[in-house]
């Protein structure tokens, strides 16, 4: 308790932490909560499970106490399950409290959450969309006296992809103070290091973990290499294989795609594998990740709405069904496991056409992956009969309408967006034309080139 107390937290909140199992600060609380109570700005880069999330949420408690209002403190973070994690943390440590808080999520009821906003609470817990749909449709709650913009997995909420929070981001910082503390942050900054220095203007403290492996020692990381065609049956060796040998571990298996997401976890239910989906297609995610959390399901297949941050202890094994694409999205994914000190295994399948991503994943990790081995005539024996069960689950799938429910979800989301989606997917057709136009006309010149050369 003294070394909570050392870093200036009061003895009640350091007792509070102690109650919940935090004893000792970690590195990354250790260096961030002192910075943050003297009222700097924070940047905190530090491994996946390094308690990243106490070392926020114990300096603004500490604030609060000393300053009780609402709305105090805003976190955004990308997914809604995170946003409930995180809410738990401040409820728990913040108990002594009596701290209301507000998770301000998709896929719930507005008329609900613009209630609770209404009523002030301490500290709002958010994904950026939703809440900017509150910020722009009504005006029963300001932001315009918080004292804390928290930014949990800081990197991907500036990230420019498929979820682009950038409109929502900019509609939200339009509405908070100018004279406010920001705290930032992930695993993985570096990417964004200079939006994130931008936002967190004040003096920020910026702080990263020394160390030369971006993933956590306790983790030992495996590839194993198979050819595409006869990637099931080895997914389905392997969970066999676990489930065999340790009854009671957590399984994380990670897919690229909500379809595949869908149809392994329709084909390891015909198997009679305790498993669950989570993907964002699903109406009941907080029903399935409950479910999982709680072990009534071992096996739990994610698309990558899971990656980041979600807190499981249980999680001693992360599958990766398909290489990731980026080394970061690989470093969040395999840090399900083996967090706070637990040892964990990543097991990446790897077929022909992805070993230059795993390249690119050690290069940035710093460290080599070990060949996972399983024996070979094991897998020969279950191939047909996976592929026959993967053909039927798809066929299966194909009359719920998964891709056109797909379709249908996409139109929702522009509408809601303010685009039209019939405009949207002119506009897409036309940019697809010139792009192609494009490309004609640079393989002419290239022709042209080659054959004066
Ligand atoms: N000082 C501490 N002592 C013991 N356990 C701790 C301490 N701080 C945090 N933990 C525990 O470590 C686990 C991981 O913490 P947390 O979820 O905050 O990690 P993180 O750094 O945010 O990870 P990620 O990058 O994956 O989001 C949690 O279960 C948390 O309760």
Redesign the pocket.
């Given at each position: 308790m003294a070394e909570f107390r050392a870093l200036g937290l009061a003895p009640w909140l350091a007792e509070q932490a102690r109650q919940v199992?935090?004893?000792?600060?970690?590195p990354?609380?250790a260096a961030c909560i002192p910075a943050v109570l003297q009222g700097r700005d924070c940047l905190g880069c530090?491994?996946?499970?390094?308690?990243?999330?106490?070392a926020f949420v114990l300096p603004v408690l500490q604030a609060l106490s000393e300053d009780p209002y609402g709305i105090f403190c805003l976190v955004l973070t990308p997914t809604r399950e995170l946003a409930y994690q995180i809410a738990e943390q401040f409820r728990v440590l913040g108990k002594p409290l009596g701290l209301k808080d507000c998770v301000v999520v998709g896929g719930l009821d507005m008329v609900a959450q613009a209630l609770e906003l209404s009523r002030k609470p301490h500290v709002v817990i958010a994904t950026p969309g939703r809440l900017a749909d509150h910020l722009r449709s009504s005006n029963t709650f300001s932001l315009k006296k918080l004292k804390f913009l928290i930014m949990d997995?800081a990197d991907r909420l500036l990230e420019q992809g498929c979820a682009d929070f950038t409109a929502d981001l900019e509609v939200i910082l339009e509405a908070v103070p100018a004279r406010r503390q920001t705290l930032l942050?992930?695993?993985t900054l570096t990417d964004t290091l200079k939006e994130l220095k931008s936002l967190a203007a004040n003096r920020p403290f910026c702080w990263e973990a020394v160390s030369e492996v971006r993933t956590v020692e306790e983790l030992d990381q495996r590839y194993l290499l198979v050819p595409e065609a006869v990637k099931d049956a080895y997914l389905v060796h392997l969970v066999q294989t676990f489930q065999d040998e340790h009854e009671d571990w957590s399984i994380i298996i990670f897919t690229k795609t909500c379809k595949d997401c869908q149809v392994l976890n329709m084909m390891l239910r015909k198997y009679n594998f305790p498993s669950v989906a989570l993907h964002s297609m699903m109406k009941q995610r907080f029903a399935a990740l409950a479910k999982f959390k709680s072990s009534i399901f071992k096996i739990l297949i994610a698309t990558d709405v899971a990656a980041?941050?979600l807190?499981i202890?249980a999680v001693q094994v992360v599958i990766n069904h398909n290489t990731p694409g980026l080394p970061k999205i690989y470093i969040?994914r395999v840090?399900r496991t083996a967090?706070?000190g637990r040892k964990g295994m990543a097991i990446t399948l790897v077929t022909q056409y992805d070993i230059h991503l795993v390249h690119a994943i050690e290069e940035e990790i710093k460290l080599k992956l070990q060949e996972f081995s399983v024996e070979e005539k094991l897998v020969l024996n279950i191939l047909t009969q996976v592929n026959v069960t993967r053909r039927e689950c798809e066929i299966e799938l194909e009359g719920m309408d998964f891709d056109e429910k797909k379709e249908i979800n996409k139109r929702k989301q522009m509408i809601l967006e303010g685009k039209d989606p019939d405009l949207e997917a002119k506009r897409k057709a036309e940019l697809a034309k010139i792009k192609k136009k494009n490309k004609q006309c640079r393989e002419k010149v290239q022709q042209v080139l080659q054959k004066r050369k």
């Open positions: 199992g935090l004893v000792r600060p970690t990354v609380q530090a491994k996946t499970g390094s308690g990243k999330t106490a997995e942050f992930s695993a980041r941050g807190d202890p969040h840090g967090r706070a």
